[in-house]
């Protein structure tokens, strides 16, 4: 099972979704009710389609960037 399925499952509530990125989500911030997304994860996923420092760019710009209301996801800084 996907973890975003056994999250839906779990907590039967409406998350935003990024697309794509599916097998990046790590988690779900409960008082909030936010998916928590690997940062490291969404760039390993991009990278499949461009290179690393395009990949990275592309993240911070046109994904962790962008603000899409209050359910808007966590970006989980893991690659340290």
Do not use: H, Q
Not at 2 to 29: K, M, Q, W
Not at 57 to 68: I, R, W
């Amino acid at each position: 099972m996907r973890v975003i399925d056994s999250i839906i499952e779990t907590y039967e509530e409406d998350f935003l979704i990024a697309d794509g990125f599916d097998d990046a989500i790590i988690g779900v911030e409960e008082s909030s009710m936010k998916l928590i997304y690997s940062v490291s994860k969404c760039i390993s996923i991009l990278c499949t389609y461009m290179n690393e420092s395009d990949a990275i760019e592309y993240f911070e710009f046109n994904v962790k960037g962008s603000y899409v209301g209050e359910k808007t996801p966590i970006w989980c800084e893991d690659k340290f």
